[in-house]
């Protein structure tokens, strides 16, 4: 589990096709690996990845082809940089909120403009990706826990400020760029919770009931 606030970033050392799939290296000297041990994860641009070895400035892993298939890694390319979390412990701060690392799909950027010392984004994605997307919700774009600031359609903002641009990938964003998207977990269950109160099971939880919990309006 991770919180979506980026530690270090890093750089692809290696991309290598194997048996299939494909087996990564990552570089990061600004990333404290004292404390990973094998088997451990990591949010690589928002994709939570499994530390099969370990080295003193980054980590190798293997990438899945239903990873390639859902994420950015199909595009990616050496000397890419990617932001780099390590899974949260019980005893840290949670300041943005919980990111699984299962990425649900992509999102592409469509404008950029400048509002102040901010940059604003555009983003659009899948369609039936949106309805988990609300305004003020929490998403996680590249690893990194952001808020939307407006949905439209298929399109939803985010403020970005100096400090985030600085500390993570996002000034190196453009127009065309695609990234890596999870939606908030708390959709999610949410829905399928509902789904689940629509069946004639007996379940105690209703939209009426979900409405006056706050959830819905």
């Known amino acids: 589990m991770f919180t979506g606030i980026i530690e270090a970033t890093g750089k692809i050392a290696l991309l290598q096709k194997k048996q299939g799939d494909l087996a990564i290296r990552v570089q990061s000297p600004d990333l404290d690996m004292s404390d990973v041990k094998l088997g ?25 082809n239903e990873t390639i298939d859902l994420t950015g890694f199909a595009h990616y390319t050496l000397g890419q940089t990617v932001n780099l979390e390590k899974a949260m412990q019980p005893v840290s701060r949670l300041g943005g909120h919980l990111v699984s690392g299962h990425v649900d799909g992509i999102a592409t950027i469509t404008a950029i403009t400048p509002n102040a010392r901010a940059t604003e984004y555009w983003l659009t994605t899948d369609e039936n990706l949106m309805k988990y997307i609300p305004y003020k919700g929490s998403v996680c774009i590249d ?3 952001l808020t939307v600031n407006a949905v439209e359609g298929n399109k939803f903002k985010l403020t970005i400020v100096p400090h985030t641009s600085e500390q993570t990938t996002i000034a190196n964003f453009k127009v065309g760029t695609q990234v890596n998207l999870e939606v908030d977990q708390i959709a999610r269950y949410l829905e399928r919770l509902i789904k689940g109160a629509e069946q004639p099971t007996g379940a105690d939880i209703s939209m009426s009931l979900l409405a006056k919990a706050g959830f819905i309006k």
């Open 143 to 145: 690893g990194i826990s």
């Open 40 to 64: 451990d994860s990591i949010a690589t641009n928002g994709v939570c990845l499994t530390v099969v070895d370990k080295h003193t400035d980054g980590f190798s892993a293997d990438l899945s």
